[in-house]
């Protein structure tokens, strides 16, 4: 599998984001899809997750009522709608699938105050 994250750039705080995570090679529909970040001069840390099966959902408290982890497994794509922006959320962002098996190549989010 081939994951494939898009979607970050340079915004204010308070702006909104949307990552995608397309994958190929093999459909998602049955895997754990999983968002992490990583800021600078820190460990990759979890963001959210949604699982394959009821599509339950977990977020890390920081971003809880904020960020919003789905999918569309019709067009084998997982996404993570971000609000509300915060400086705080600049960081590299990785898609990653079946608990951690696969990942994606990260793509960057910068907030500026």
């Known amino acids: 599998v081939q994951l494939q994250a898009s979607g970050g750039g340079l915004v204010q705080a308070g702006d909104s984001l949307r990552l995608s995570c397309t994958a190929s090679?093999?459909?998602?529909?049955?895997?754990?899809m999983g968002w992490f970040r990583q800021a600078p001069g820190k460990e990759r840390e979890f963001v959210a997750s949604i699982l394959w099966r009821g599509g339950i959902t977990r977020y890390v408290d920081s971003v809880k009522g904020r960020f919003t982890i789905s999918r569309d497994n019709a067009n084998n794509t997982a996404y993570l709608q971000m609000n509300s922006l915060k400086p705080e959320d600049t960081g590299v962002y990785y898609c990653t699938a079946d608990q951690g098996t696969y990942w994606g190549q990260g793509t960057q989010v910068t907030v500026s105050s």
């Open positions: 090679g093999r459909t998602l529909s049955r895997y754990n």
